[in-house]
């Protein structure tokens, strides 16, 4: 039976109840079109410094099955299946574990910091812990607030290089690619809700999953919001029977496509000569007294007077000032390659309609009236000509990059190498092809999300990028201190378990991605030989850590929750700790937070906050009374955002919910 059909029939239920359930079961048992899989339990993970408590989750060592804890005597734990059968066991051989649906409240620990930057330039943060959980606590500091998301996941070739459910994906498991996209889909999702409307999303993948992530991204983001489909050639094989399959791929989607095209921007590679331009365009500006004709007169004498050889010749096309003398070329102002907006535009000195574009505007008419008041619509001298666009030079005079290009995968194997000076991670991303992409997607003050870390790359991909075009870009990054299957398998036959010492040290995080970036940003690799000059950034190294329920609701876990508060601020300066010096509100020079521990000190932290140079830009008051944060927050002025957190304020930060 059609859809069309079925409503038809539906609508005459009188009963509306009975109608409602007979829709949702039409569509529960209708075959849906496109990707369908098998939507596997979510997987669970391992929490080995969590004690083990009666009525927890825990894995058992021996078959890495999750069991519930039933009794603990001593040393003996009595377990349950997910049958209900009971095991006994050692309680050593048992690790603390959630699954989801089971709430967990995540803290924040800082293992460490490296400052080479700029006080007042966000710190770079790289959280070590499980994905998923991150990427849930990234809602609370982080929500519709990322410009860009580049991610380089497992590609399931089934050599056991990722994880689901504590253990390691074989090619012979046959659900292998429904846990891929079971794992992928959950992570995706939470991902989208991080992204700003006009934020991009980029994943590099294989041939393995390549289509089936294609369907994937298409129901998650939508296929109107595709972008392109990226060919990275990276070298032959020539030991190929038939074809050499050296490609990897880069599917390319953005949150919303209409706030995308909304926002003007253009993905444009830089043409040669554009700086010595844009220098002779401050210059004209400067002697015309700022005013625009005069200032276009001078640029286009310029132009004449370059050699016919020279590359700025290319640059010369129609350029214009705005009123606030950025050089401008002009540019179509329809919809490129779909259907835009349609309405009258009116000439100025005719007052008649001027020609509409036959795909229509590509700016809605309230963005459109803005353009005209901004004097960035240049209009022909009647109504009969079309009208274009003034935008800014800097950001047009390049080429539109292929979606096809070929760079050899060996160098950035040998640039991890020459980092650590040995060979300790295999098949790292390469940097460079990074900072490209990002210098193309996102602006210069950028907030970029990585959430399948790895060695590190894209965060020394974004450090290099700022110390090239001293751009302000923070790097979030959240990589697990995963083992290959190798390690794992001899670590644990040498009797190291997973939360030993001596296994966390061979994890990723701790053995390449931290010393990586310390390296990078320092100069000095871990031995004390010197690497390089160093580059200048901030950074934070943060674990993800799982709180006592008991002592969430008792409110005294404020020192975990401090790093989430200050990666909501800015991640600007240092976290703010409370203090037995300073009980009533902490508050640092340098940093975009400041903590409100006593309602009643609110006018006294608002004098000192605007009597004093700082760099405070979010307030959090913690009270246990609804109405004196309240009060407190109008102690403070509008250039501070002021969030009240009351009572047992970790229940805000519950994660891992099955409704989340």
């Not at 990074?434 to 210069?444: G, N, Q, S």
Request: glycine content about 8%.
């Amino acid at each position: 039976m059609s859809k069309s059909m079925f409503e038809v029939y539906l609508n005459e239920v009188a009963d509306e109840g009975l109608r409602a359930k007979l829709k949702a079961e039409f569509e529960r048992t209708t075959k849906k079109f496109g990707l369908v899989f098998e939507r596997h339990s979510p997987e669970g993970i391992r929490m080995p410094k969590s004690e083990v408590r009666r009525g927890h989750t825990v894995i058992r060592e021996v078959d890495g099955k999750f069991y519930k804890v039933r009794a603990i005597s001593g040393d003996a734990v009595s377990l349950a299946d997910e049958h209900g059968d009971l095991v006994e066991e050692e309680l050593s051989n048992v690790t603390s574990a959630r699954q989801f649906g089971e709430v967990v409240f995540p803290g924040l620990k800082t293992l460490g910091s490296v400052r080479t930057g700029n006080p007042e330039d966000p710190a770079h943060v790289v959280i070590n812990g499980e994905n998923f959980h991150a990427l849930e606590m990234l809602r609370y500091t982080h929500a519709e607030s990322v410009d860009l998301i580049y991610i380089d996941p497992p590609y399931n070739t089934g050599n056991k290089t990722w994880l689901y459910n504590d253990h390691y994906v074989a090619e012979q498991d046959s659900f292998r690619h429904s846990k891929w996209l079971s794992f992928m889909e959950r992570r995706l999702t939470l991902a989208k809700k991080l992204l700003k409307p006009t934020g991009v999303i980029i994943v590099a993948i294989g041939d393995d999953e390549h289509h089936r992530l294609r369907m994937l991204m298409d129901q998650v983001f939508g296929d109107q919001n595709f972008i392109s489909d990226v060919v990275w050639q990276g070298g032959r094989k020539n030991d190929s029977l038939y074809i050499s399959n050296g490609a990897d791929y880069m599917l390319v989607y953005a949150r919303n496509m209409s706030s995308l095209d909304e926002s003007g921007v253009r993905w444009r590679e830089e043409k040669a000569g554009l700086h010595e331009v844009l220098e002779a365009g401050r210059k004209a500006w400067a002697e015309s007294g700022q005013e625009e004709k005069l200032a276009t007169s001078f640029m286009r004498r310029w132009f004449k007077e370059q050699p016919k050889e020279s590359p700025v010749r290319a640059l010369s096309r129609n350029v214009y000032f705005l009123p606030d003398g950025t050089l401008c070329r002009d540019d179509n102002i329809s919809k490129p390659g779909d259907w835009g907006y349609y309405y009258d535009v009116l000439h100025p000195l005719t007052g008649k309609a001027v020609p509409t574009p036959e795909r229509g505007w590509v700016f809605q008419e309230s963005t459109m009236n803005r353009a005209i008041a901004e004097g960035r619509i240049i209009f022909r001298d009647d109504h009969t000509k079309p009208i274009s666009v003034k935008r800014a030079l800097a950001s047009t005079a390049g080429i539109v990059p292929q979606s096809v290009f070929e760079r050899q995968r060996t160098h950035s194997g040998r640039h991890l190498q020459d980092i650590f000076g040995d060979k300790r991670f295999p098949f790292p991303k390469d940097h460079e092809i990074l900072m490209r992409w990002i210098r193309l997607a996102a602006p210069k003050n950028a907030v970029i999300l990585d959430f399948f870390g790895g060695s590190g790359t894209t965060a020394e991909a974004v450090i290099r990028l700022n110390a090239e075009d001293n751009g302000k870009r923070q790097c979030m990054l959240v990589t697990n201190n995963e083992l290959s299957a190798k390690d794992d398998a001899a670590l644990r036959k040498a009797g190291y378990q997973p939360g030993t010492a001596e296994y966390e040290a061979k994890g990723v995080f701790h053995h390449v991605t931290k010393p990586r970036l310390e390296t990078v940003v320092t100069g000095l690799r871990a031995d004390g030989s010197t690497y390089s000059d160093g580059l200048t950034a901030n950074m934070e190294f943060l674990e993800l850590t799982y709180l006592e329920e008991s002592r969430v609701h008792a409110a005294l876990e404020y020192e975990s929750l401090a790093p989430l508060f200050w990666l909501k601020s800015g991640a600007v300066g240092p976290v703010i700790q409370s203090s037995q010096d300073t009980p009533d509100y902490g508050w640092n020079e340098e940093s975009s937070m400041a903590a409100l521990f006593n309602a009643g000190k609110a006018a006294e932290l608002a004098e000192l906050l605007t009597t004093r140079p700082n760099h405070v830009k979010h307030v959090f008051i913690i009270t246990d009374s609804p109405e004196q944060g309240d009060l407190a927050g109008e102690a403070f002025g509008d250039a501070i955002t002021v969030e009240p957190i009351y009572g047992s304020y970790l229940d805000a930060f519950q994660i891992n919910r099955s409704d989340s």
